[in-house]
């Protein structure tokens, strides 16, 4: 060990136990220190430090507090916590603490990377410009993902989030994907490791676990692994990085549990005040690196009682490029937004996108209208009827999840659906788009 390793190496007894939490004298520990819990039997426990008060210590560790003694003595080992990067990562899962969990080779040679750390200086970011297609139509079509973007599924419990989290990451065509499951279900860890393994992209997928009996400080450390592991692929092997992290109102409630173990001062609903500043660092991550990959990240968030205005959806919307509002099973076109998709459609897409998405939703929104007269026994117009035929095949073509179609695909399938049910003169387009693209009299009746 050299003189300057031996010097960041402090021994000490711990004071206090509150739960998970430690506290002890030290000096010369930084925020985010792991250490080493040696209790008095033996056995060694990790920690990471996550508070300073002049020299009171607080440290969270990983297996738990039940058990420890304050005779126990903590090692700090001078360094932030880091996790093991290299190619031979993919198709393996780990836990929390970065350790792996899938019976695999112990990865005890290949290089370790630190955790954390400030995002992406903003001269080496590059305005975003490419598509990342998910094969999703209501994602392709009408809030398209794009490189680099940040943006949360806002989704309530029971819906079918983590299904479509899943079918995107095996549709989307990413180089790499990384996900992060935060106090997931045995059944949802089963079920993302099974999809993933079924559609052929396990090969190139990196997973990180925490189930919901794990310890609760591993929850917290699961974003910062997985984007330490995606900045890298990104950066230095050129790869296009999709994230995919669920869900992130587990991790903030970990976030608040920690706090009142901390005996810090709450704010809104329980939650402490630097949330937003907590989320923005991690979302922040996502980048289009100047001559190299990219990093993207698609997240769960769900909303307790579907309230909107609830802290975690509340401060995700100010940091995110958007969201995708998942509702009644379906993707809502109207509670759905993509801040960055005009970087790409009719760039990246075709020239009847911008036309045919617009159209669309417009008519869909006037079907809305036209069902809600229906509903109450209003006489409905001709128009009405066309409008209601065409809100059933909206749904079943567009809006279910599980429906996959390719870009192009789904645009032809859209000028299906408005000669099915529309006549030229009915979709106030351009001209020259009608022309080469709406289908003629033949196609619309045998359609």
């Known amino acids: 060990m050299t003189e300057s390793v031996q010097q960041l190496v402090r021994y000490t007894r711990i004071q206090e136990i509150v739960g998970d939490v430690i506290r002890l004298r030290a000096s010369g520990v930084a925020l985010g220190d792991i250490a080493e819990v040696e ?5 060694v426990s990790i920690a990471r430090v996550i508070g300073l008060d002049r020299n009171i210590v607080s440290l969270q560790v990983f297996t738990g507090g039940k058990g420890l003694s304050t005779d126990a003595t903590v090692r700090f080992l001078g360094r932030p916590l880091d996790v093991v990067y290299s190619p031979n990562i993919l198709g393996r899962i780990f836990c929390g603490s970065g350790e792996p969990i899938d019976g695999g080779p112990l990865l005890t040679t290949d290089r370790h990377v630190p955790v954390g750390g400030p995002t992406v200086n903003p001269v080496m970011r590059v305005m975003p410009s490419r598509m990342i297609e998910t094969r999703v139509p209501m994602i392709d079509l009408f809030n398209s993902l794009v490189e680099s973007q940040k943006i949360p599924i806002f989704s309530v419990a029971g819906e079918p989030h983590n299904e479509l989290l899943a079918r995107i990451g095996f549709q989307a065509d990413a180089d790499v994907l990384v ?10 860890y089963h079920f993302f490791r099974k999809s993933f393994e079924e559609h052929g992209v396990f090969g190139r997928t990196i997973m990180f676990v925490n189930q919901a009996s794990d310890p609760l400080v591993e929850r ?6 997985a984007l330490a592991v995606a900045e890298r692929f990104a950066v230095e092997e050129n790869k296009r990085v999709l994230v995919l992290l669920s869900d992130m109102t587990a991790y903030a409630d970990a976030m608040k549990e920690i706090g009142v173990a901390q005996e810090r001062i709450p704010a809104v609903r329980g939650y402490m005040g630097d949330l937003y500043t907590q989320l923005a660092q991690r979302y922040e991550k996502a980048c289009d690196f100047k001559g190299a990959g990219s990093v993207t990240i698609l997240t769960v968030t769900t909303m307790p009682g579907d309230d909107v205005t609830h802290p975690v959806p509340d401060n995700t919307g100010y940091i995110t490029e958007g969201q995708f509002y998942l509702h009644g099973g379906v993707i ?11 970087h790409v459609i009719g760039k990246e897409t075709r020239e009847d996108h911008s036309q045919v998405m617009n159209t669309m939703i417009r008519f869909y929104s006037e079907a809305v209208e036209s ?16 409008l209601l035929k065409y809100s059933k095949l909206f749904r079943d073509r567009f809006m279910n999840i599980r429906v996959s179609l390719g870009v192009d695909e789904a645009l032809d399938l859209c000028w299906k659906t408005l000669a099915e049910c529309f006549e030229p003169k009915d979709l106030l387009m351009k001209q020259h ?9 033949a196609e619309k009746e045998t359609g």
């Open 433 to 441: 788009l009608i022309d080469k693209y709406f289908p003629d009299i």
């Open 371 to 386: 069902e809600r007269k229906q509903a109450m026994a209003f006489e409905l117009s001709p128009f009405d009827k066309k």
């Open 220 to 225: 917290l450390l699961i974003p910062d692994m």
């Open 332 to 342: 809502d076109p109207f509670g759905s937004l993509s801040r960055l998709k005009q």
């Open 179 to 188: 996900f992060g499951g935060m106090g997931l279900i045995f059944d949802d």
């Open 39 to 43: 209790n008095t039997d033996g056995e």
